[in-house]
C-alpha cells in the first residue's frame, strides 16, 4: 500500500512559477514509477508527465514539454513537478500517482489531488 499527498498548489499569475510535490508513505518509494495527471473543469484527467524508478528517464504530454520538469527524491520519497512558463490553460486539480509498472495506464495508487489556478 502507498499513499500519496500532493502539496504545492495555489494561485500564480500567468508566466509564474509553482513547484508542486508529492509525498509518499508505505513501501518501498523506489519500486514505484510515478507520475502527475491533471484534471481542469469539465474536462477528463490527463496525463502531465513521468518519471521512471530511478529518474533516469521522464516523459511529458505534448501541452507541457519544455515548461514543467518531474524529479523524484528516493531518499525522500518525495516526487516533484517543477511548472514554469504557466498558463490559464494549466489551471486544473493536479494529481499525483503511482504504479509498480507504469502510471501510463491506470496506475494503481493515487493522491488527493492539489489545485492549481493560474490567472490571466
Known amino acids: 500500500q502507498v499513499q500519496l499527498v500532493e502539496s504545492g498548489g495555489g494561485l500564480v499569475q500567468a508566466g509564474g512559477s509553482l513547484r508542486l510535490s508529492c509525498a509518499a508513505s508505505?513501501?518501498?518509494?523506489?519500486?514505484?514509477?510515478m507520475g502527475w495527471f491533471r484534471q481542469a473543469p469539465g474536462k477528463e484527467r490527463e496525463f502531465a508527465a513521468t518519471?521512471?524508478?530511478?529518474?533516469?528517464?521522464?516523459d511529458y504530454a505534448d501541452s507541457v514539454k519544455g515548461r514543467f520538469t518531474i524529479s523524484r527524491d528516493n531518499a525522500k520519497n518525495t516526487v516533484y513537478l517543477q511548472m514554469n512558463s504557466l498558463k490559464p490553460e494549466d489551471t486544473a486539480v493536479y494529481y499525483c500517482?503511482?504504479?509498480?509498472?507504469?502510471?501510463?495506464?491506470?496506475?494503481?495508487?493515487w493522491g488527493q489531488g492539489t489545485q492549481v489556478t493560474v490567472s490571466s
Open positions: 500517482a503511482a504504479d509498480s509498472r507504469t502510471v501510463r495506464t491506470n496506475p494503481h495508487y
Open positions: 508505505g513501501r518501498s518509494f523506489s519500486s514505484y514509477a
Open positions: 518519471i521512471s524508478r530511478s529518474g533516469g528517464r521522464t
